[in-house]
Nanobody
Framework: QVQLVESGGGLVQAGGSLRLSCAAS????????VSWYRQAPGKPRELVAV???????NYADSVKGRFTISRDNAKNTVYLQMNSLKPEDTAVYYC?????????WGQGTQVTVSS
């Protein structure tokens, strides 16, 4: 089993940057695929980025070229570097791990981008 804790959210002006962290404990993290999701008021939950256990990445079109997902298995942590932030990026951001048997979610961290 794995437990996930997100951190790094906050308030930033448009054009600024934030780096989110998803720290894992309780299992062998390097075998898990990890995704970042976000959900804004009035909008459906959106898959933002995913990284496989081997390091392959994919991104939503809305964040391509601005966001980067990465992982440091030695630190049991996945990151989401967010650059050139826009007000439309305002949302609660969640990380999710996926093993062959179950998924786990973090509690979420709020990102607010002011114009």
């Amino acid at each position: 089993q794995v437990q996930l804790v997100e951190s790094g959210g906050g308030l930033v002006q448009a054009g600024g940057s934030l780096r989110l962290s998803c720290a894992a404990s309780g299992s062998i993290f390097r075998f898990y695929a990890v995704s970042w999701y976000r959900q804004a008021p009035g909008k459906p939950r959106e898959l933002v980025a995913v990284i496989s256990s081997d390091g392959y990445t994919n991104y939503a079109d809305s964040v391509k070229g601005r966001f980067t997902i990465s992982r440091d298995n030695a630190k049991n942590t996945v990151y989401l570097q967010m650059n050139s932030l826009k007000p439309e990026d305002t949302a609660v951001y969640y990380c999710k791990s996926q093993s062959t048997t179950q998924s786990s979610w973090g509690q979420g961290t709020q990102v607010t981008v002011s114009s």
